[in-house]
């Protein structure tokens, strides 16, 4: 960070005087400027229509920029993401800054211009948001807060609406978001530079949806990867789900580092892949709508839906022997997201 005063956070940014108000009108406005936002009213007023997603969630990865993204973008896609798994349009976003003092305006101004980038992928609009500045040593350079509203497109999915018979796909190789924090943090290189899956889903679930697909469930695999998703489907629609790990997608440099720390790629968080269970009959046409997207190429059906072994998930291995994956357990990888 600089040492030069003008060219950081100071705690008069988050006062309420004229510096806080240069700092919101020269960057937050300027970077997420619409109508709402630019009303200035201390609520944004929303025109609502049938039924309505809400989301909320807080992002305090560490580092805050990494391979692939940062803290901005990560907010973004992640709040996006959880709207987007509801089958909701995201229309409206709230944000909410802690940043230490001393932070660099540099970097926050990267940061936000980030968001704007990620932003526009869904059409979603940043109308409003709060400021706070903390003394040094209160926070960890930046913490932010995002929360989400979309307007439903399609009702009834759900993961309790998993059926024996669906078809398990995943839209891209998994591990990646983990995999490129954990490298990040321990200052690894590798021949073939690995990137975060940190991406916006919007696009990708708009595209099942307006083809009419008949999905079940729908999930991004976060914090707990894939191995949290399925489990908890397992649990929630009292099925059994088997998964072939020869069709996992999963990248060379994500299997190294597994291999190298004892973790399993299926426990490594992602933030731009979800996981989809649907009728059978209907899986290939869906992976070919997930593969028209560069995010998307890597797709794969994985799996598939039981009626055996009701609230469990077996790993097929190559060699015909099985085993299941369990929820992860502790935290892995802390601050991830």
């Not at 803290?71 to 709040?79: H, M, S, W």
């Not at 660099?104 to 704007?116: N, P, Q, R, W």
């Not at 004892?262 to 731009?272: I, R, T």
């Amino acid at each position: 960070m600089s040492n030069n005063p003008k060219k950081q956070v100071q705690l008069s940014h988050g006062g309420g005087g004229k510096e806080m108000n240069a700092l919101i009108h020269k960057l937050f406005f300027k970077a997420f400027d619409n109508e709402i936002l630019s009303s200035e009213e201390d609520a944004a007023a929303l025109n609502l229509n049938g039924p309505t997603a809400f989301t909320t969630d807080s992002f305090t990865v560490a580092p805050l920029f990494f391979s692939g993204g940062n803290i901005g973008k990560l907010a973004v896609a992640g709040t996006v993401n959880d709207l987007a798994m509801m089958a909701a349009k995201p229309e409206y976003l709230s944000c909410s800054f802690i940043i230490e003092e001393g932070f660099a305006i540099d970097d926050l101004k990267t940061i936000v211009e980030s968001m704007a980038s990620e932003l526009a992928k869904s059409g979603a609009k940043v109308v409003c948001g709060d400021t706070k500045v903390v003394p040094r040593g209160c926070a960890d350079g930046i913490f932010i807060n995002t929360s989400g509203v979309g307007e439903i497109q399609k009702q009834g999915i759900s993961v309790k609406n998993i059926q024996p018979g669906d078809a398990i796909i995943v839209s891209r190789d998994i591990g990646r978001h983990g995999a490129t924090i954990l490298m990040a943090r321990e200052g690894l290189t590798l021949d073939s530079e690995l990137t975060s899956d940190c991406a916006t889903l919007w696009p990708m679930v708009e595209s099942l949806l307006n083809a009419d697909i008949p999905v079940h469930a729908m999930r991004d695999a976060t914090r707990g990867g894939l191995a949290a998703v399925l489990n908890e489907w397992a649990n929630a629609s009292d099925v059994g789900i088997t998964v072939q790990e020869s069709q996992l997608p999963i990248a060379d440099e994500v299997k190294g580092l597994c291999e190298l720390y004892g973790f399993e790629a299926f426990d490594l968080a992602n933030e731009g892949t979800f996981i989809i269970a649907l009728p059978k009959e209907h899986a290939e046409q869906a992976l070919n709508l997930i593969q028209a997207h560069e995010d998307g190429k890597n797709a794969a059906i994985v799996g598939e839906v039981t009626e055996a072994h009701n609230g469990k998930v077996i790993l097929k291995t190559p060699w015909g022997s099985s085993r299941y994956i369990d929820l992860p357990q502790g935290e892995l990888l802390p601050r991830i997201c």
